[in-house]
């Protein structure tokens, strides 16, 4: 059959004329590749799945009828466009009793988002000419620097290392990129590394801002998931409001990753061209959604509990990783541990393997321990173990952490 002419029409963005030809695999696909092959190989066996980046349970249940009784009110029914006040104001109240973020005005300040990654796809097109420089750090949560390049910017990528506590060096950055960067993303807490940033930290970055005139987006995916001290919004930095944005979403914060609702907030005129843009983009998140969304915020003990969940999970991961010979720290908030991947490890029956990368490992974890994980190798070779897996209750969680422990018992590692 001739090609159609349709191939010929694509856009270079996406590949052009080559769009759909690359036989390349990418990193998630390997994985699903990777577990399928393991439950064929071993029929009926338990894959431990810790590589899934997203809440292992349903919202909870107050928010769900919340959803039942808006979802019923005709009111509710039209295009939302940019929303009505009521998320508007409980995400307002949100930042002042969860973050101590205070002054935020919900009429100029504040705009729902269908997410965070949206809002991350939308904002670059009111920002990004050809040629701009925008920085995002590595590894890290690619989309706005994937639309950024979509509108002919160019993305300088800052090392998130351990000796930087995964922090970004600013200093690192060269004065010609420094030139034309005008945007730096941030996320913390962070994924994959897990790390959280610091008041100290929020204040440098203004104050690069500010000298460099950059706008400052600070993904605030997992802000309020922390396991000790309450969430560190970049808002709450002096001076912040004056330079950016931060993109809070109800996502991984009340277990809603399906629902599609989240909130951008800071600079009002950042604010204003990210509601004008996205105007033209969507038509907004369902007003029951955002109405129930309004009703999670004001519960921030629903978080809580979340968290504490996590927190749990994350001790029991960190002493199984430990035991058999990982260099695991607990993170301080979200549901990420990133660990330095094992350069070799030895079989009981005394083989040994060795291990170039972190997707090495991670494929090798699945096929030979039926462990699900997710490899780094952008920045070193570091696997990201997510304790988001599923456990029935209490008693099944530890069951499950304790054949973790087992499966990995029975190598020993090399680093
Ligand atoms: C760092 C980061 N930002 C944003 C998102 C997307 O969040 P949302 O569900 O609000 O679109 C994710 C989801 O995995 C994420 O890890």
Not at 293 to 307: C, F, Q, S
Not at 313 to 337: C, E, I, Q, T
Not at 396 to 410: A, K, P, T, Y
Request: proline letters at 5%; aromatic letters at 10%; glycine letters at 8%.
């Amino acid at each position: 059959m001739s090609e159609s002419y349709i191939q010929e029409l694509f856009a270079e963005r996406i590949g052009g004329r080559q769009y759909g030809k690359s036989n390349a695999i990418y990193k998630f696909e390997k994985i699903k590749r990777a577990k399928r092959a393991a439950m064929a190989a071993h029929p009926g066996a338990e894959i431990i799945d810790l590589g899934v980046g997203e809440p292992d349970e349903m919202a909870f249940p107050e928010v769900v009828e919340k959803l039942w009784s808006e979802a019923r009110k005709p009111e509710n029914r039209g295009y939302a466009d940019n929303g009505d006040s009521v998320l508007k104001e409980a995400a307002v109240r949100y930042l002042d009793w969860v973050c101590g973020v205070k002054g935020i005005n919900a009429e100029t300040e504040v705009l729902h988002s269908i997410g965070s990654k949206a809002a991350l796809s939308i904002l670059p097109a009111t920002l990004v000419n050809p040629g701009d420089y925008v920085l995002m750090t590595t590894p890290g949560y690619p989309i706005f620097g994937t639309h950024a390049k979509h509108y002919g910017g160019q993305v300088h990528h800052l090392a998130l290392t351990e000796s930087n506590r995964f922090l970004p060096d600013l200093d690192s950055i060269p004065e010609t990129v420094l030139a034309k960067a005008k945007v730096l993303v941030i996320n913390y807490p962070n994924n994959p590394t897990g790390a959280s940033a610091t008041p100290e930290f929020f204040a440098k970055v203004v104050e690069f801002a500010h000298k460099n005139r950059i706008v400052v987006i600070h993904d605030a995916a997992y802000a309020a998931l922390v396991f000790e001290d309450r969430p560190l919004s970049f808002l709450a930095t002096p001076g912040a409001k004056a330079v950016g944005l931060e993109l809070h979403s109800a996502s991984k914060s009340f277990n809603m990753t399906g629902w599609r609702c989240g909130f951008v907030a800071g600079n009002e005129l950042l604010v204003r061209a990210y509601g004008d843009m996205k105007d033209n983009m969507d038509s907004g998140q369902f007003l029951a959604i955002q109405h129930a969304t309004a009703h999670a915020l004001a519960h921030p003990e629903i978080t809580r509990a979340i968290a504490a969940k996590y927190s749990r999970r994350m001790d029991a991961l960190v002493g199984a990783l430990r035991s058999a010979g990982f260099r695991a720290n607990k993170p301080k908030g979200s549901f990420f541990l990133y660990v330095q991947a094992p350069k070799a490890a030895t079989r009981r029956d005394g083989v040994r393997l060795e291990f170039h990368t972190a997707e090495d490992v991670s494929q090798w974890l699945i096929t030979e321990q039926l462990l699900s994980t997710v490899p780094w190798d952008d920045v070193g070779a570091y696997l990201r173990f997510s304790v988001t897996f599923v456990a029935r209750n209490l008693s099944d969680e530890d069951r499950i952490v304790g054949e973790i422990s087992r499966r990995l018992g029975e190598v020993r590692f090399e680093f």
